[in-house]
Every structure is written in C-alpha cells, then in structure tokens.
C-alpha cells in the first residue's frame, strides 16, 4: 500500500510564499513521477507541476517562474514551493505519484493521491 501525506498550506496574502511537502510511504519499488495539482471550487483538478524519475520537470504555464517542484530521495519528500502568490492560486493541493509497487506475483503500475492541504491566497 502507498500513502501520501500532505502538509504546508495555509492562508497566506497576495505575494507572500508557502512551501507544500509531500511524504510518501509505503511499498513503492520505483517512482515513475510525483506531481501536484488543484482544484479550485467548481473548477476541474489541474496539474500545477510535475518531476521525473529523472528529474525533469514541468509546470502549468500559470505558475512558470514562481513555483518550484523539487525532491529530496533521502526523505522521501517531494516539494512545492510557491512565491509570488495569488488570489487565483486558491485551491485544495494534491499530491500525487506514479510509482511502481507489488508484492508475491502481483506487480503493477499505479497513481496514487494525498488527501489534499488547502491553500487560500487573500487580497
């Protein structure tokens, strides 16, 4: 079983900074991918930034240049850094994860969530 557990959001004002963290647990052989997205109320979830295996990353063209997404494998975290903050970045952030898991004979390739941290952007 794979769990993810967010923490870090909060309330913040327009232009401020907040750092989310996600730690992962569980029986992950390998991580393909680790992410966040959001929704926003009455909006779809949308991907805010991803990073590879690799480390390669990419981010929604509305946070380029003031969001970082980073990892640290000793730690088994994976972070979302957030500057230059605003109103229209409220939402609940989820955490998310491709990895590869299984046990005995049974192997398989998953996506998994976090329960989600709100994060609200005030005026």
Not at 6 to 33: M, T
Not at 82 to 97: F, I, R
Request: charged share 15%; with cysteine.
């Amino acid at each position: 079983q794979v769990q993810l557990v967010e923490s870090g959001g909060g309330l913040v004002r327009a232009g401020g900074s907040l750092r989310l963290s996600c730690a992962h647990s569980g029986n992950i052989l390998r991580i393909n991918a680790m992410g966040w997205y959001r929704q926003a109320p009455g909006k779809q979830r949308e991907l805010v930034a991803t990073i590879s295996s690799g480390g390669s990353t990419r981010y929604a063209d509305s946070v380029k240049g003031r969001f970082t997404i980073s990892r640290d494998n000793a730690k088994n975290t994976v972070s979302l850094q957030m500057n230059s903050l605003k109103p229209e970045d409220t939402a609940v952030y989820y955490c998310y994860a491709n990895v590869y898991t299984g046990s005995g004979t049974h192997y398989y390739t998953g996506n998994y969530w976090g329960q989600g941290t709100q994060v609200t952007v005030s005026s």
